[in-house]
């Protein structure tokens, strides 16, 4: 299976801190995508990052990738309590988005 | 900003019947996608769509399953006969072209099968 995973599962933080979330993923890939998910709603596209690029910034947003190491970070800085969802990275490949099993991030005011 | 729109937002069925999810995807976009998550789980890949078919589709795609883009603008998942298991958040997403492209996804439709 292509589909990215990420680590930890659940992150709880506290207003102000930094969060981070990662993500592995097994096959070659296009670019990889993270998405945010707010309970039982549709999924926001936050970042792309190409698979030629090491890293991009969003704002407060910070994705890496390392394409040897198959794996990507998103770092939140700044974190607000508005930012609590679930995280998923998706791999694109070709035809289709695969997605990981999410971290859900609790930002605690 | 362009959308991906999804009606409706939420379905309930009784098992056995046909449902029918719709979606307009961003005019311009030329893949169109049908994912969904079973509360709780991950986001699974059900079927992609380009030049009028299907490109690819997963094993959870059998024969119950079909899409169709009847009219140049709406992408329909049509569930045949529903079963208990096909109770989740089905997400309909659309890219433009090229590999260098995120998918825009819509706010789901929550199908409850009862």
Not at chain 1, 41 to 52: E, Y
Request: hydrophobic share 30%; with cysteine; proline share 3%.
């Amino acid at each position: 299976s292509q589909q990215g995973e990420e680590d930890p599962q659940a992150l709880s933080i506290q207003e102000g801190e930094n969060a981070t979330m990662n993500c592995s993923y097994k096959t070659s890939i296009n670019n990889l995508q993270w998405y945010r998910q707010n309970s039982g709603r549709g999924l926001v596209h936050l970042i792309l990052i190409r698979s030629n690029e090491r890293e991009k910034h969003s704002g407060r947003l910070r994705v890496t990738l390392d394409t040897s190491k198959k794996s990507s970070s998103l770092l939140i800085t700044a974190s607000r309590a508005a930012d609590t969802a679930s995280y998923f990275c998706a791999t694109h490949n070709f035809n289709k988005f695969y997605f990981g099993s999410g971290t859900k991030l609790n930002v605690k005011p | 900003e362009p959308e991906v729109t999804q009606t409706p937002s939420h379905q309930v069925t009784q098992m056995g019947q046909e449902v029918i999810l719709r979606c307009v995807p961003i005019s311009n976009h030329l893949y169109f996608y049908w994912y969904r998550q079973i509360l709780g789980q991950k986001v699974e890949f059900l079927v992609s769509f380009y030049n009028n078919e299907i490109s690819e589709k997963s094993e959870i795609f059998d024969d119950q399953f079909s899409v169709e883009r009847p009219d140049g603008s709406n992408f329909t998942l049509k569930i045949r006969s529903t079963k208990l298991e096909d109770s989740a958040m089905y997400f309909c997403a659309s890219s433009g072209r090229g590999v260098i492209t995120e998918a825009f996804f819509g706010q789901g439709t929550r199908l409850t099968v009862v």
